[in-house]
């Protein structure tokens, strides 16, 4: 029931996406631009630096991100829909479920478009592609579950652009200080005792987010 | 109605005399009675406000944590009060922390700051504390609340984790308690008064701001009632 819920609102949502057209590719451009400005900020007599791959690229998602989660529950709120479906719904878990897996499809697809144009952009290749791509799937997901619950709670809360990156980023912190650490780790080689005790940090905090913030929309959003 | 919001505040005031008279102790045991430092010199008696500062937003940013997840399972306006002044108490003694911090570090490590993980996490928790906070204040009263009390709630485990990773992240560190830098009776006798003091004065300002909080509950059900009685008032006297 939850995950025929829940793929019923996503449905929906991709739907919704696809004709508006308007949330995914702003998210692209603005990806784009974020990693041309880095180079900017980074460049060093006209060449840009390799080693800052991993904070570009991260810092990168994290900033897009953040533009898909601020438009997550647009449209209900835009057409004051928000209430019904979280009165219809059996729970509120498929809403919450729904809304995370939609971010981490359009933040997914906006890596694996990312990735290569930072590679080309900084001129550096991939030392350890899998290891690279679990960690950011680790970080993607770990931001959609959070971005989710963070952009529900925040609805309808007055300066709500300002304030959900105040939140977003700090709490995000433990997966970005991770993800930076393992892709730094990957692309120097480096041995496998040394990444595991960060893929579990990322790890366990997903399980965390998993099993907390469909909870914690629950005991916020109910009357 | 809240009992602790009587007119005559006797036993907030006992508090708060006993908390600044310990202050006043604990700053001369600071000035006269701990030596100063062989390495460090006098630089280093800024240990005994800053490292009680940071105990007292530790176990007020936790207490304000375990509060707002106790408001969630059983919301109830004394408890949420507790919560938000815990949280406001430790953000002010997380902002003691963070100037104390860089004047002995600028000393003793050379730099104002490094990205030293309990530096690091002290940051982050100030951050996470003036978030939860600003966003109680940005939203409406009954959703704020909950709002505050879920992100608070979720803070604890996520600063458990960014202490972990930030511990692997930085690597070494000066650990002033276990590296044995307080060896003589003078100095041992300030810091535990000095830790004294700050913990009841940390206990004052949670108490004062909690005072402050239960008074605007109650005007706030007093406004409400009074807006009731003139609603049925004026039903009462029919449509004319």
Same mark, same amino acid.
Do not use: N
């Given at each position: 029931? #939850? $995950?025929?819920? *829940?793929?019923?609102?996503?449905?929906?949502?991709?739907?919704?996406?696809?004709?508006?057209?308007?949330?995914?590719?702003?998210?692209?451009?603005?990806?784009?631009l974020?990693?041309?400005?880095?180079?900017?900020?980074?460049?060093?007599?006209?060449?840009a630096?390799?080693?800052?791959?991993?904070g570009?690229?991260?810092?990168?998602l994290?900033? +897009?991100?953040?533009?898909?989660?601020?438009?997550?529950?647009?449209?209900?709120?835009e057409?004051?829909?928000?209430?019904?479906?979280?009165r219809?719904?059996?729970? /509120?878990?498929? @809403?919450?479920?729904?809304?995370? &897996?939609l971010?981490?499809?359009?933040?997914?697809?906006?890596?694996?478009? !990312?990735?290569?144009?930072?590679?080309?952009?900084?001129?550096a290749?991939?030392?350890?592609? +899998?290891?690279?791509?679990?960690?950011?799937?680790?970080? $993607?997901?770990?931001?959609?579950?959070?971005?989710? /619950?963070?952009?529900?709670?925040?609805?309808?809360?007055?300066?709500?652009?300002?304030?959900?990156? $105040?939140?977003?980023?700090?709490?995000?912190?433990?997966?970005l200080?991770?993800?930076?650490?393992?892709?730094?780790?990957?692309?120097?080689?480096a041995?496998?005792e040394?990444?595991?005790?960060?893929?579990?940090?990322? %790890?366990?905090?997903?399980?965390?987010?998993?099993?907390?913030?469909?909870?914690l929309? %629950?005991?916020?959003?109910?009357? | 109605?809240?009992? =602790? =919001?009587?007119?005559?505040?006797?036993?907030?005031?006992?508090?708060? +005399?006993?908390?600044?008279?310990?202050?006043?102790?604990? !700053?001369?045991?600071?000035?006269?009675v701990?030596?100063?430092?062989?390495?460090?010199?006098?630089?280093?008696?800024?240990?005994?406000?800053?490292?009680?500062?940071?105990?007292?937003?530790? @176990?007020c940013?936790?207490?304000?944590?375990?509060l +707002?997840?106790?408001?969630?399972?059983?919301?109830?306006?004394?408890?949420?009060?507790?919560?938000?002044?815990?949280?406001? *108490?430790?953000?002010?003694?997380?902002?003691?922390?963070?100037?104390?911090?860089?004047?002995?570090?600028?000393?003793?490590?050379?730099?104002?700051?490094?990205?030293?993980?309990? !530096?690091t #996490?002290? !940051?982050?928790?100030?951050?996470?504390?003036?978030?939860?906070?600003?966003?109680?204040?940005?939203?409406?009263?009954?959703?704020?609340?909950?709002?505050?009390?879920?992100?608070?709630? /979720? %803070?604890?485990?996520?600063?458990?984790?960014?202490?972990?990773?930030v511990?692997?992240?930085?690597? *070494?560190?000066?650990?002033?308690?276990?590296?044995?830098?307080?060896?003589?009776?003078?100095?041992?006798?300030?810091?535990?008064?000095?830790?004294?003091?700050?913990?009841?004065?940390?206990?004052? @300002?949670?108490? /004062?701001?909690?005072?402050?909080?239960?008074?605007?509950q109650?005007? &706030?059900a007093?406004?409400?009632?009074?807006?009731?009685?003139?609603?049925?008032?004026s039903?009462q006297?029919?449509p *004319?």
């Open positions: 029931m #939850l $995950l025929r819920l *829940t793929w019923l609102l996503l449905r929906k949502d991709l739907r919704v996406a696809a004709r508006s057209r308007e949330v995914f590719g702003f998210m692209l451009l603005f990806s784009l974020c990693v041309v400005v880095f180079a900017f900020g980074f460049l060093r007599e006209g060449e630096a390799a080693e800052q791959v991993p570009v690229l991260w810092v990168t994290l900033f +897009s991100g953040t533009v898909g989660v601020l438009r997550l529950f647009a449209a209900e709120e057409g004051g829909t928000l209430q019904l479906v979280q219809t719904l059996a729970g /509120l878990h498929p @809403l919450l479920l729904s809304k995370a &897996l971010q981490l499809l359009f933040s997914g697809v906006t890596m694996l478009l !990312l990735l290569p144009v930072v590679l080309v952009f900084f001129d290749a991939l030392t350890r592609p +899998s290891l690279t791509l679990a960690a950011l799937a680790l970080g $993607l997901v770990g931001q959609a579950m959070l971005g989710a /619950l963070v952009g529900a709670l925040l609805v309808h809360v007055r300066l709500r652009e300002v304030l959900l990156p $105040l939140v977003l980023y700090p709490l995000l912190a433990p997966l200080i991770a993800g930076v650490r393992l892709t730094v780790l990957a692309q120097a080689d041995p496998p040394a990444l595991q005790g960060w893929l579990l940090l990322m %790890a366990g905090y997903d399980a965390l987010l998993i099993a907390v913030a469909p909870w929309h %629950a005991r916020v959003v109910e009357p | 109605m809240a009992r =602790s =919001s009587s007119p005559r505040p006797t036993g907030f005031l006992a508090l708060l +005399s006993v908390a600044s008279l310990l202050v006043f102790a604990a !700053l001369y045991c600071v000035a006269f701990a030596q100063p430092d062989v390495t460090l010199g006098i630089v280093q008696k800024i240990f005994y406000f800053h490292v009680s500062a940071a105990i007292a937003m530790m @176990l940013l936790s207490c304000g944590s375990l +707002s997840l106790v408001d969630l399972i059983a919301p109830s306006d004394r408890v949420d009060a507790l919560a938000q002044s815990a949280i406001e *108490t430790g953000l002010a003694f997380a902002v003691m922390v963070l100037t104390s911090g860089p004047l002995w570090a600028r000393k003793s490590w050379g730099a104002w700051w490094t990205w030293e993980p309990r !530096l #996490l002290t !940051l982050m928790l100030l951050l996470l504390a003036a978030a939860v906070l600003g966003i109680r204040g940005m939203a409406a009263d009954g959703t704020g609340r909950k709002i505050a009390a879920a992100l608070a709630s /979720l %803070a604890a485990p996520v600063a458990y984790l960014i202490h972990v990773a511990e692997k992240w930085g690597g *070494t560190h000066p650990m002033v308690l276990k590296g044995g830098g307080i060896q003589s009776p003078g100095m041992q006798l300030t810091f535990r008064v000095a830790m004294f003091a700050i913990l009841l004065f940390a206990t004052t @300002l949670w108490t /004062l701001r909690f005072r402050v909080l239960r008074l605007e109650r005007i &706030l007093i406004r409400l009632e009074f807006s009731a009685q003139d609603v049925r008032r039903r006297g029919g *004319t």
